[in-house]
């Protein structure tokens, strides 16, 4: 839920109101009219809400120009309250995002869609009232220790007293430690460097809904029932061929046609696994692969009961 936001000025008006909106198409005003708090032209200004609200959209109302004339705003940040987020880093032209993961004691990097995919909540972390970040599923806190990033229990990365768990976000939600450093990550690990040297790999917090591991449970159970029905499947269509088989001269199985539809699916899924760049695409692959399904097989077995059948 969103607080407030911060605005940096460029050219400050006269008056502004903030208006909200939680669907992206029906707005409320979340602050009425205010009068510039101060002269100059550029500053920063922190406007809190009403109450707390839930942000999709967001309208700054502005009137009454100062001498300068002009209205604008340099950025805009949101103010929320700690939350489930994700710990990430920006995608390249060439390469996914990649998350923070809670890995016991340590700290791993995973794509974040094949961390989503897995369904167990290692990439959720959440922004204490004490500014640490816990993890979801163990709730330890990410500390650095050693100039390492590693997962500790909160409490006695507190009692510590060096401010090993202590992390403060950016205006632009980059998570940086006690000292400023920033987070960075990318496929080979994460680290901690200072943020001049980062290179574009800063780790930011995404806001994320809050955990629910029912849907990755009941995802697994229905994985175990297909691959259960694969198998009692394939093992009855190699009874079905012996018997076939066994007749003889009474039947003749044309397998041309099932190993051609095999082969056409087998490339189909080869050429789909290495060139789709759609992202829902790409998260059921992960997600079959998470649950170890291979819904190419599933339907080459189905084409080749099918032809059997068929040919009888």
């Given at each position: 839920?969103?607080?407030?936001?911060?605005?940096?000025?460029?050219?400050?008006?006269?008056?502004?109101?903030?208006?909200?909106?939680?669907?992206g198409g029906n707005f409320e005003e979340a602050a009425g009219w205010h009068t510039a708090s101060r002269t100059e032209e550029s500053y920063r200004e922190m406007v809190m809400?009403?109450?707390?609200?839930?942000?999709?959209?967001?309208?700054?109302?502005?009137?009454?120009?100062k001498a300068w004339g002009f209205f604008g705003i340099n950025d805009i940040s949101l103010?929320?309250?700690?939350?489930?987020?994700?710990?990430?880093?920006?995608?390249?032209?060439?390469?996914?995002?990649?998350?923070?993961?809670?890995?016991?004691?340590?700290?791993?990097?995973?794509?974040?869609?094949g961390a989503i995919a897995a369904g167990s909540g290692a990439e959720v972390f959440s922004l204490s009232h004490?500014?640490?970040l816990v993890s979801a599923i163990t709730g330890e806190c990410l500390a650095l220790a050693k100039g390492r990033l590693e997962m500790q229990d909160c409490e006695q990365a507190a009692d510590a007293g060096d401010?090993?768990?202590?992390?403060?976000?950016?205006?632009?939600?980059?998570?940086?430690?006690?000292?400023?450093?920033?987070?960075?990550?990318?496929?080979?690990?994460?680290?901690?460097?200072?943020?001049?040297?980062?290179?574009g790999n800063e780790v930011a917090m995404v806001a994320v809904p809050e955990l629910d591991l029912t849907s990755a449970a009941q995802a697994k159970d229905a994985a175990a029932l297909l691959?259960?029905?694969?198998?009692?499947?394939?093992?009855?269509?190699?009874?079905?061929?012996?018997?076939?088989q066994a007749c003889g001269g009474m039947f003749q199985w044309n397998s041309s046609y099932t190993q051609s539809e095999t082969g056409a699916l087998a490339v189909m899924t080869r050429s789909g696994r290495t060139t789709t760049r759609d992202p829902s695409e790409e998260a059921s692959r992960q997600i079959d692969q998470a649950v170890d399904v291979d819904?190419?097989?599933?339907?080459?077995?189905?084409?080749?009961?099918?032809a059997t059948l068929a040919s009888i």
């Amino acid at each position: 839920m969103t607080e407030g936001v911060s605005i940096n000025w460029a050219y400050s008006p006269g008056e502004f109101r903030i208006l909200t909106s939680s669907d992206g198409g029906n707005f409320e005003e979340a602050a009425g009219w205010h009068t510039a708090s101060r002269t100059e032209e550029s500053y920063r200004e922190m406007v809190m809400f009403d109450v707390p609200r839930s942000v999709k959209s967001l309208v700054v109302v502005m009137r009454s120009p100062k001498a300068w004339g002009f209205f604008g705003i340099n950025d805009i940040s949101l103010l929320v309250q700690p939350g489930p987020s994700m710990l990430v880093t920006g995608a390249s032209a060439d390469a996914q995002e990649v998350c923070l993961v809670a890995e016991g004691s340590k700290v791993g990097v995973q794509s974040c869609l094949g961390a989503i995919a897995a369904g167990s909540g290692a990439e959720v972390f959440s922004l204490s009232h004490s500014s640490q970040l816990v993890s979801a599923i163990t709730g330890e806190c990410l500390a650095l220790a050693k100039g390492r990033l590693e997962m500790q229990d909160c409490e006695q990365a507190a009692d510590a007293g060096d401010g090993r768990s202590t992390f403060a976000l950016t205006d632009s939600a980059h998570v940086q430690t006690k000292t400023g450093y920033c987070l960075s990550a990318d496929a080979a690990g994460v680290s901690v460097a200072p943020c001049s040297d980062v290179g574009g790999n800063e780790v930011a917090m995404v806001a994320v809904p809050e955990l629910d591991l029912t849907s990755a449970a009941q995802a697994k159970d229905a994985a175990a029932l297909l691959r259960a029905a694969v198998a009692r499947q394939n093992t009855l269509l190699g009874e079905l061929k012996r018997g076939l088989q066994a007749c003889g001269g009474m039947f003749q199985w044309n397998s041309s046609y099932t190993q051609s539809e095999t082969g056409a699916l087998a490339v189909m899924t080869r050429s789909g696994r290495t060139t789709t760049r759609d992202p829902s695409e790409e998260a059921s692959r992960q997600i079959d692969q998470a649950v170890d399904v291979d819904l190419a097989a599933v339907k080459a077995l189905i084409s080749e009961s099918k032809a059997t059948l068929a040919s009888i």
